[in-house]
């Protein structure tokens, strides 16, 4: 049971999102986590400008009594990017001060051919808007404008009597860095990251027990200080779909981010794992246990001598086993400052291998959440439980006849259970890919809200050089 137990609670960690009309998980970016990103652009920058040289192309230029040919770029130094949110549109990425050097071949024609050679130093303030849709139940990027101002235009033809050909070939030579610089951040934006879109997980199986859905069919929403990202993250069986009665609760929350980034996540998203994964019968536990021994006074008949005669009457001093499985599947919600799991179980109560009650009891746990680094657990603050009676072989047995056994057959062996996992906790499938460094771990009305900063490890540095590395073709 406990290994079901964590799978289900695991999933917090699972939820990475893509958009969706019904969302269950959002993710909202502050222009925090934005300035984080430039440095995780200018770390990739530093990786792909130096070899990006030979990769850039710029066409021959023949105008009227000039030519210019064999242009190669000589050095790039793009600088750290600013990052920022165009509202209602989608991501704005700027390189103010790129410095760029090309090479070549200049001819210009007067009474005859001449041929000389070129070096040119410009400085760009180069911007690019992407929006972020979504469609087929995936995100893709598409570049909604790209923009390069020279700040600056230093053309060297190595040649002083013809120096005032310069001005000429300006003209010529710059729509084609604008050009080429645009064509670039357009491929990237448009095919390379679409592709690593593409190459994510939308559904991840956990162990055999169930898969882990992402859908996304609605846009993000950019704002002027954060977007969000939000998701329908569900679990399924692995053997088909299954239709849950229930849907999710809307996600309130319009408060700035007080990191980098939250993450809300919806009590329906773990309700669907454990809908699927902790079925009725699926957790069952007895007594004797560790927690009851086989000297614990409940578990002989001597015990209802005085307060349940007819029972010891029938059974005197007879051992007893106890045996408890769920009837339903746990119910978990998060509420203002709590994470409520509601349970029914049935208690059957056995003397000689077989039934002399069987009672249903309405099993109420609520605790606190408590976030350590990439670690989420809990405490359980209070436990409270209803029982019926639902069968008996005792005549006029009720429930309050063996309420004190039965409250503490239940608080010794599902309770513990259940406490035992919120103390342990789950640590967050996302700690290989970074690390939280300060975090704000609130419970609201049917979601939890994460928020931190957070800092890249080596396993994700090294990633992020693979793909500047597959950048470059």
Known sequence: MNMKFVVVLALVGVALTAPSDQESVRIRISQKGLDFGEDVANYMIDLVQKQALSKLTLPNIASGSFKVSNLRFGGLNLGKPEITIVPGTGIKWRNPKAQVKVHGDWAIQTLWWNYGSLTLNTNLDVTAVAGIKAAGGKLSTKS?????????????????????????????????????????????????LNGVIKGLPHEIAVSNIFDVE????????????????SARVKADSQNG????????????DDAEPTGMACILISDYTLNTASY?????????????????????????????KSSVPKFYNAHPDSPIVYTVKNIRYPKIEFDQGVVIADMPVEVTIKVGGAAVAVLKTDLTVDGSVHQANNVISGSIKNVKHATSIVSSTITGLTAADLEAAVDEVVDKT??????????????????KYFTLNSGLLQSKDDFLKICADVTLTDYTLAELKKVAENLLG
């Open 414 to 431: 599902i309770v513990p259970e259940i406490n035992k996992v919120f103390k342990t906790g789950i640590t967050l499938p996302t700690d």
């Open 144 to 192: 909604a404008q790209c923009g390069v101002h020279f700040n600056s235009f230093n053309l060297d033809l190595h040649n002083a009597f013809f120096t005032w050909i310069a001005g000429m070939m300006e003209g010529s030579i710059t729509p084609e860095i604008r050009k080429a610089v645009c064509s670039e951040l357009n491929k990237l934006l448009d095919v390379t």
């Open 214 to 229: 992402i859908e996304a069919d609605s846009n993000p929403e950019f704002k002027a200080k954060h977007f969000d990202v």
């Open 276 to 304: 699927v994964a902790l079925t009725a019968g699926k957790i069952q536990e007895s007594a004797p246990n560790a927690q009851i021994p086989a000297g614990n006074p409940i578990l002989n008949t001597a015990f209802f």
């Open 241 to 252: 779909d299954v239709t849950f009665p229930f849907v999710p609760e809307p996600i309130t």
